[in-house]
């Protein structure tokens, strides 16, 4: 190859070559002593005990598996996900496309973007203010006649978990969808109204595919985000919240202050593995559809 290329291109070739290698160089050294170090002795410790550091084959894996706090931690962070990710989706994609018309989008992007950035200590007293036995939402049914409902002692509490997890990345998947609604040419959508194509015609056959690659990107960073509620849910219930309300967050918590790093490491190697084949699976999913 070298032989082929000019003295002065070979020389250009060098020199972008060594540039994008500095460039990378900071990221690279920080992603190998901050995430692939610690995540190896992870994967080691998950073979050891906690305190003496023998190794114990897969004796933490199996007190993992076998333990009833973290098949209830599981079952409920799977039971947000499979609910909350497909109303979140949907409702930023209807809003979305309500908002894409309107001349004043810009300033509409700027005021979904605010609940990013309430601080989370304001976020747990509004809640409190929401879901607390004499609240707000207990008030308003108490106007209209019904029985007030206990949202952070009964099952009702993982309904304040999905409430929580959509208003606080609604805004943000808007912004998201509104930015490939973009990407979609006018050309297109104007070709197929003129050709006769309803509005949901004109939806599912035009809009629609040409939103599939950030449809992608939106749901790895929701899949993401649904990890991220813990805070509120620690914040508003505590330790130890509603059973329903119980999440891997609160689960590794417990065990991180019984300094219990075996059952953590053994878990974290389970999830880290779940979380990997869930990105391939969906972009191999994507990948197909797009053949």
Same mark, same amino acid.
């Given at each position: 190859?070298?032989? +082929?290329? =000019?003295?002065?291109?070979?020389? #250009?070739?060098?020199?972008?070559?060594?540039?994008? *290698?500095?460039?990378?160089?900071?990221?690279?050294?920080?992603? !190998?002593?901050?995430?692939?170090? =610690?995540?190896?002795?992870?994967?080691?410790?998950? !073979?050891?005990?906690?305190?003496?550091?023998?190794? @114990?084959?897969?004796? @933490?894996?199996? *007190? %993992?598996?076998? @333990?009833?706090?973290?098949?209830?931690?599981?079952? @409920?962070?799977? +039971?947000?996900?499979?609910?909350?990710?497909?109303?979140? &989706?949907?409702?930023?994609? &209807?809003?979305?496309?309500?908002?894409?018309?309107?001349?004043?989008?810009?300033? %509409?992007?700027?005021?979904?973007?605010?609940?990013?950035?309430?601080?989370?200590?304001?976020? %747990?007293?509004?809640?409190?203010?929401?879901?607390?036995?004499?609240?707000?939402?207990?008030?308003?049914?108490?106007?209209?006649?019904?029985?007030?409902?206990?949202?952070?002692?009964?099952?009702?509490?993982?309904?304040?978990?999905?409430?929580?997890?959509?208003?606080?990345?609604?805004?943000? #998947?808007?912004?998201?969808?509104?930015?490939?609604?973009?990407?979609?040419?006018?050309?297109?959508?104007?070709?197929?109204?003129?050709?006769?194509?309803?509005?949901?015609?004109?939806?599912?056959?035009?809009?629609? =595919?040409?939103? +599939?690659?950030? &449809?992608? #990107?939106?749901?790895?960073?929701?899949?993401?985000?649904?990890?991220?509620?813990?805070?509120?849910?620690?914040?508003?219930?505590?330790?130890? =919240?509603?059973?329903?309300?119980? &999440?891997?967050?609160?689960?590794?918590?417990?065990?991180? #202050?019984?300094?219990?790093?075996?059952?953590?490491? *053994? *878990?974290?190697?389970?999830?880290?593995?779940?979380?990997?084949?869930?990105?391939?699976?969906?972009?191999?999913?994507?990948?197909?559809?797009?053949?």
């Amino acid at each position: 190859m070298w032989k +082929k290329l =000019p003295r002065k291109s070979r020389f #250009t070739y060098r020199s972008r070559s060594v540039s994008a *290698a500095l460039f990378l160089m900071p990221s690279l050294t920080g992603v !190998f002593f901050f995430v692939l170090i =610690p995540s190896a002795d992870m994967g080691k410790r998950s !073979f050891q005990t906690a305190v003496t550091g023998e190794f @114990n084959g897969i004796e @933490n894996y199996h *007190a %993992v598996f076998s @333990n009833q706090a973290f098949q209830l931690a599981v079952s @409920n962070t799977l +039971k947000l996900i499979v609910v909350g990710l497909p109303l979140l &989706l949907a409702a930023s994609l &209807l809003i979305s496309l309500a908002v894409y018309q309107l001349d004043w989008v810009q300033a %509409v992007k700027s005021a979904y973007l605010f609940p990013m950035a309430i601080p989370t200590a304001t976020v %747990v007293l509004i809640w409190k203010m929401l879901f607390h036995s004499n609240g707000l939402f207990n008030a308003g049914l108490g106007a209209v006649g019904l029985k007030p409902v206990d949202w952070l002692g009964s099952s009702a509490s993982f309904w304040v978990l999905v409430i929580s997890y959509i208003w606080k990345n609604l805004g943000y #998947t808007i912004v998201l969808w509104l930015a490939g609604l973009n990407s979609v040419a006018e050309e297109l959508k104007e070709a197929a109204r003129v050709d006769g194509a309803t509005e949901a015609e004109c939806f599912i056959y035009v809009i629609f =595919p040409g939103l +599939k690659p950030v &449809l992608y #990107t939106i749901t790895i960073l929701s899949f993401l985000n649904s990890f991220k509620v813990f805070r509120e849910a620690y914040l508003v219930a505590g330790a130890y =919240p509603q059973r329903n309300m119980y &999440l891997l967050q609160h689960l590794f918590n417990n065990w991180f #202050t019984n300094l219990e790093i075996d059952k953590m490491a *053994a *878990a974290a190697v389970c999830i880290t593995a779940v979380f990997v084949v869930f990105v391939v699976l969906l972009q191999r999913m994507w990948e197909v559809q797009d053949e």
